[in-house]
């Protein structure tokens, strides 16, 4: 949908969407191949910050990072349940969660843009 893309890359200004509605999709999904966009979260290295889990379930550390104060190894896996969560980044480096349900990304190149068009 090219409303809903034009969102999820920041592109320009959406009238599909509340305000509201634009800022928790670019705070709840990450980029994460072509088209693709998956909930979590990315943090540069050294930040701290609060963030609004919208989409509950079990996700992925990229690197070792804190949540709620506890710290999760590359690769362990997180239950977060809806509602806000402090995450940090250790060690200096940037990190993240992924969805847990996302194994891996396709091997082959992303698509070219455009995805979508008009019929």
């Known amino acids: 949908n090219p409303s809903l893309s034009a969102v999820m890359n920041r592109t320009q200004p959406s009238y599909a969407f ?15 191949w072509g088209p693709l966009y998956v909930a979590g979260v990315e943090i ?5 910050r609060q963030w609004q889990v919208w989409v509950p379930g079990t ?11 506890e710290v999760f190894a590359k690769g362990q896996t997180v239950q977060l ?23 891996s990304v396709p091997a082959q190149p992303e ?6 068009t008009d019929f």
């Open 18 to 32: 509340f305000a509201e509605d634009t800022e928790a999709l670019q705070e709840t999904y990450r980029h994460i």
């Open 44 to 48: 540069e290295a050294g930040e701290t």
């Open 59 to 69: 996700y992925r550390a990229d690197a070792a990072l804190e949540v709620n104060g």
């Open 81 to 103: 349940q809806r509602g806000s969560v402090e995450l940090a980044s250790v060690q200096g480096n940037a990190t993240g969660l992924t969805w847990n349900a996302l194994k």
């Open 111 to 116: 698509p070219s843009r455009p995805f979508w």
